[in-house]
């Protein structure tokens, strides 16, 4: 069965303090992992993929296969980050995505 | 166009009235989803469709909800029968055929049952 957890329902840091969003998974298969975001009263936004291996907004997520994890990271916070983040699986049998149940990241001034 | 649009954004209803909720998804897209968002903001998958063929239903609560995707329309949700537990955010996502891009979201229907 697939799984995803994030085990901070929320995350409360400084402005410019460094940030990490745990994910971890679990997936019989070869995994596909995304984070989105939602910012207060907007759509879920894509914010990465783990396959493009790309910097959005200075976050970065790398994929660790041994420890089933896509943990998401950002050096400096912005208090702008200030939304909910939720780790996603892609079951690609059936093209569904799989949810965490998401972390709120509160970055203060 | 480039969004997924959702209508109504806001829908009230009695108990017991029905509900429905519409989805463009973005022109080309071949795959559509349906998501469930409650107040733990968990994301409870739905449904979900390739074309206007059913692909998965997994999620669907098969008594009182239905889904459809035609050609050339707005695929629609709809719920019979609402009850207060299916308050919630609808969301609407579709995606390309073999995507390893994610979906992209629609802005939701908040559909609120009194």
């Known amino acids: 069965a697939q799984r995803v957890t994030q085990p901070e329902k929320l995350l409360s840091v400084f402005k410019g303090a460094p940030v990490e969003l745990k994910c971890n998974y679990s997936?019989?298969?070869?995994?596909?992992l995304f984070w989105y975001v939602q910012y207060s009263r907007q759509r879920l936004q894509l914010l990465l993929r783990h396959i493009s291996r790309e910097s959005i907004k200075g976050f970065t997520a790398d994929l660790n296969k041994g420890e089933t994890s896509f943990h998401l990271k950002k050096p400096f916070a912005q208090e702008e980050d200030s939304a909910m983040y939720y780790c996603?699986?892609?079951?690609?049998?059936?093209?569904?995505?799989?949810f965490g149940t998401g972390t709120r990241l509160l970055v203060s001034p | 166009g480039e969004e997924v649009a959702q209508t109504p954004k806001h829908l009230v209803r009695g108990e017991g009235q029905k509900a429905k909720l519409y989805c463009a998804p973005i022109?080309?897209?071949?795959?559509v989803f349906w998501y469930q968002q409650v107040l733990k903001n968990e994301f409870k998958f739905l449904i979900s469709?390739?074309?206007?063929?059913?692909?998965?239903e997994t999620g669907m609560p098969k008594e009182r909800f239905s889904a459809k995707c035609l050609p050339n329309s707005p695929c629609s949700l709809e719920i019979q029968a609402t009850k207060l537990e299916d308050s919630a955010v609808y969301f609407c996502?579709?995606?390309?055929?073999?995507?390893?891009?994610?979906?992209?979201f629609g802005s939701g229907t908040r559909l609120t049952v009194v």
């Open positions: 996502a579709s995606s390309l055929q073999g995507s390893n891009y994610g979906y992209t």
């Open positions: 469709f390739q074309n206007e063929n059913v692909f998965d």
């Open positions: 022109k080309g897209h071949s795959y």
């Open positions: 997936y019989s298969g070869s995994p596909e």
């Open positions: 996603a699986l892609m079951n690609t049998g059936f093209q569904k995505l799989v």
